[in-house]
């Protein structure tokens, strides 16, 4: 298939990006964070609603194991391109062959691929996005007393439902 990323599948809980992926240049920030997906996206530039452009990257879905902070990191080659932080962002699937993610500014990151790897995307960004805001509104709740018992419970809930959607498919709509 033309850039889907079908065959990248999950990677394992404990692991980071430069360890699995020992080719890639990772930003110092997220060098620890835990990859939790991994694969091809094709990112689509639109203008007033119309196709302008798309290019192939190689994507990186990352967590911060201790604060759930999420980040999906675009590379060309073995060099980082961009980041997108994760924070206050709304996943919206398109179709079985796409997916926009909109940030707190609404400003639209459109990314497409086959229809396989797009419902895991969709399922492991949303699984990692709500895993965040959980995490926040509970340490706010707490008073500022982060329990690692429940970044590492939450983190586990996480990887689990994300390992098990790996199969998930979108349906049109």
Known sequence: GGGGG?????????ASC????????CPPETVT???VREGYLKRVHTLA????????????????RDTLEASLELYSGRVMQTSLPLRDVQVHPHKATAFT??????????????????????????MVTHAHREFRRKSIDSAGELSELLASAQFQCVMDVVEAAS????TAQ
């Open 18 to 25: 430069c360890t699995l992926s020992h080719m890639l240049v």
């Open 101 to 126: 993610i909109t940030g707190a500014a609404g400003t639209p990151h459109t990314f497409s691929g086959d229809a396989d790897a797009m419902g895991a995307w969709v399922v492991a960004l949303q």
């Open 33 to 35: 964070w835990t990859a």
């Open 49 to 64: 609603g119309k196709k302008t452009s798309s290019k192939l990257f190689w994507a990186v879905l990352k967590q911060n």
């Open 6 to 14: 079908g065959g990248a599948g999950l990677l394992k809980r404990n």
């Open 167 to 170: 199969s998930v498919t979108l």
